[in-house]
């Protein structure tokens, strides 16, 4: 009786043991996983965004067949931007582009083995830009020909697309004996963007310009990119700053948000406004390297969103908005924030930005997208007197939520081009002078002026 429960014994604390261990294993997979940062490609404000390329066979050839390649941007806010896309496969089988309109592959590669009629390039894993504008007329498309950028679908959705024409060779002539290409690679122009699988779909159909007839592709197949902040760049590139009417405390971008001063081992890091040496840094070997040269900060951000409640009415309150660029490397053409604040669904007007409002959750009006008016303030220029834009914005008051206490009054979150600015820490945010401490402190003013009088 005594072994049995002794063996019971040792199998039970045998059995905790093993499960304590997989607890603490468990346990240590989740810590781990919270501390190494996720390269998701969701976001939350855009959940079903993302970039797809899809490819419609037109013809047959002897050899293969003639495709229309188009990149569709189906992302609300996130845009390509100059020196534009850069589009990168592998193929199947020892296919070759013979030919393209619209586009062209970067290198032509090995061709040694053709005689005659040589293809425009001949490489496994070739990789394709857009065509310059200017391109003669003989040379494009429709949709081609914009230096790869794309702009937003909800900024300018005449714009969002690109597409070129390519003519592959040694490839399969039908349906069946065609093989999609893999390993399909998109940079935007640098790194960020993950695209899965080439999925085979039904054939795109073509509506003519009468309506009155209907074609379709011998053959389609998509490809779906999506983008993830932490790919395309380790360190932020924006913060936001916050300021109030009722608070003569300015906070600033946590300091370090985008990187350090460290000019002991990174010299050149960052430029001083007021350098006599601006202009020769500026113009010096990297100023075709799209690197950002930051003017010195605190903050090292080349973007800085500021957010300043201004003034306070009976039954509206303004916001001015003011987006400085500290890069002296770039221009942002096509700039656009998204911002979340819960009184944008009653924002009665706004100055000199254009606004659309964003419903991410469904029936909560919570989020906008601002970006600004052509040819007026579309175009942030470069770190300078001129790198700035601003805007003013006026809310109508709902008297059930608003408030200036607790920092209601700033926004809960910012994007800029699509990258999530960094915010300060909550508790710094400017907050309401306490008035319940002057009412006491005036009462109990009164109180002994009352009691003074009394004993005179």
């Given at each position: 009786?005594?072994?049995?429960?002794?063996?019971?014994?040792?199998?039970?604390?045998?059995?905790?043991?093993?499960?304590?261990?997989?607890?603490?294993?468990?346990?240590?997979?989740?810590?781990?996983?919270?501390?190494?940062?996720?390269?998701?490609?969701?976001?939350?404000?855009?959940?079903?965004?993302n970039i797809t390329i899809k490819w419609d066979v037109m013809q047959w050839t002897p050899d293969g067949y003639v495709a229309v390649v188009t990149i569709f941007n189906f992302q609300q806010y996130r845009h390509i931007q100059a020196p534009g896309w850069i589009l990168g496969w592998t193929w199947a089988k020892k296919e070759v582009i013979w030919s393209m309109v619209g586009a062209?592959?970067?290198?032509?590669?090995?061709?040694?083995?053709?005689?005659?009629?040589?293809?425009?390039?001949?490489?496994?894993?070739?990789?394709?830009?857009?065509?310059?504008?200017?391109?003669?007329?003989?040379?494009?498309?429709?949709?081609?020909?914009?230096?790869?950028?794309?702009?937003s679908w909800v900024q300018d959705p005449a714009n969002a697309a690109s597409s070129f024409q390519v003519s592959v060779g040694a490839a399969g002539t039908t349906n069946k004996t065609v093989r999609v290409p893999?390993?399909?690679?998109?940079?935007?122009?640098?790194?960020?963007?993950?695209?899965?699988?080439?999925?085979?779909?039904?054939?795109?159909?073509?509506?003519?310009?009468?309506?009155?007839?209907?074609t379709q592709a011998l053959m389609t197949w998509n490809v779906t990119c999506t983008y993830s902040?932490?790919?395309?760049?380790?360190?932020?590139?924006?913060?936001?700053?916050?300021?109030?009417?009722?608070?003569?405390?300015?906070?600033?971008?946590?300091?370090c948000t985008c990187g350090c001063q460290n000019n002991a081992t990174q010299p050149g890091s960052c430029v001083e406004g007021d350098s006599p040496y601006l202009a020769s840094v500026i113009n010096g070997p990297g100023k075709n390297s799209f690197t950002?040269?930051?003017?010195?900060?605190?903050?090292?951000?080349?973007?800085?969103?500021?957010?300043?409640?201004?003034?306070n009415y009976k039954e509206y309150w303004r916001v001015k908005i003011a987006i400085t660029n500290f890069n002296y490397r770039m221009n942002y053409t096509q700039w656009n924030l998204v911002i979340q604040h819960p009184n944008f669904d009653n924002l009665t007007q706004l100055f000199s930005f254009n606004y659309k409002s964003l419903t991410p959750y469904?029936?909560?009006?919570?989020?906008?997208?601002?970006?600004?008016?052509?040819?007026?303030?579309?175009?942030?220029?470069?770190?300078?007197?001129?790198?700035?834009?601003?805007?003013?914005?006026l809310f109508r008051k709902d008297p059930s939520t608003f408030t200036f206490e607790k920092g209601w009054a700033f926004p809960r979150?910012?994007?800029?081009?699509?990258?999530?600015?960094?915010?300060?820490?909550?508790?710094?945010?400017?907050?309401?002078?306490?008035?319940?401490?002057?009412?006491?402190?005036?009462?109990?003013?009164?109180?002994?002026?009352?009691?003074?009088w009394l004993l005179i």
């Open positions: 009786m005594g072994t049995d429960l002794s063996s019971s014994t040792s199998a039970v604390t045998g059995s905790m043991g093993k499960l304590a261990t997989f607890a603490l294993s468990f346990l240590f997979v989740l810590v781990l996983s919270s501390l190494i940062p996720s390269t998701e490609a969701y976001d939350s404000l855009d959940p079903n965004g062209q592959t970067t290198e032509q590669g090995d061709c040694s083995r053709f005689k005659g009629n040589t293809p425009h390039c001949c490489k496994k894993d070739p990789t394709v830009v857009d065509l310059l504008p200017g391109t003669p007329y003989n040379q494009q498309i429709a949709n081609c020909c914009k230096g790869g950028v794309i702009n893999k390993n399909f690679t998109l940079r935007a122009p640098g790194p960020g963007y993950t695209c899965g699988i080439a999925k085979i779909v039904k054939p795109t159909k073509f509506v003519t310009q009468d309506g009155r007839r209907t902040q932490f790919l395309a760049q380790k360190t932020p590139t924006c913060c936001v700053s916050l300021s109030s009417f009722y608070n003569d405390t300015i906070v600033n971008c946590p300091t950002p040269l930051v003017q010195c900060t605190s903050h090292m951000c080349p973007v800085r969103v500021h957010w300043h409640v201004k003034l469904g029936g909560i009006n919570d989020t906008a997208m601002l970006w600004g008016v052509k040819y007026y303030n579309d175009f942030l220029m470069e770190a300078g007197p001129y790198g700035n834009v601003q805007s003013e914005l979150r910012i994007y800029f081009n699509g990258d999530n600015c960094v915010m300060p820490p909550p508790d710094s945010y400017p907050w309401l002078p306490n008035a319940a401490t002057r009412l006491t402190s005036t009462m109990m003013m009164a109180l002994f002026a009352a009691l003074a």
